[in-house]
């Protein structure tokens, strides 16, 4: 019933800038926060950002001062603005989104597919 399609994802030179988009489409359901998730190759998936309804932030140390997180509430879109990008940015980034259906008080986290990120030279 929510659905997340992510885009933005690609090949980017260290130093280098990315925006990573997450829509939520579906019906019958509200948002409480939103959020970046990454995982690279044998690690584990760790939260990078996260953006609550009232646009209250977090952010990882690791991306902290080079990453932005933002949110158009009319479009169900999160965003994720990365500049600086180092190599061991380099993952697969994925979207989470904690939402409400109607007539159900209990949240549940729903996913996008993931859209890989490769910072190298």
């Known amino acids: 019933q929510v659905q997340l399609v992510e885009s933005g994802g690609g090949l980017v030179q260290p130093g280098g800038s990315l925006r990573l988009s997450c829509a939520a489409s579906g019906s019958g359901f509200s948002i409480d926060a939103m959020a970046w998730y990454r995982q690279a190759p044998g690690k584990q998936r760790e939260l990078v950002a996260g953006?609550?309804?009232?646009?209250?932030?977090a952010y990882s140390d690791s991306v902290k001062g080079r990453f932005t997180i933002s949110r158009d509430s009319a479009k169900n879109t999160v965003y994720l603005q990365m500049n600086s990008l180092k190599p061991e940015d380099t993952a697969v980034y994925y979207c989470?989104?904690?939402?409400?259906?109607?007539?159900?008080?209990?949240?549940?986290?729903?996913w996008g597919q993931g859209t890989q990120v490769t910072v190298s030279s």
């Open positions: 989470s989104v904690r939402a409400r259906l109607v007539g159900n008080p209990r949240p549940n986290d729903y």
């Open positions: 953006i609550d309804s009232g646009s209250s932030t």
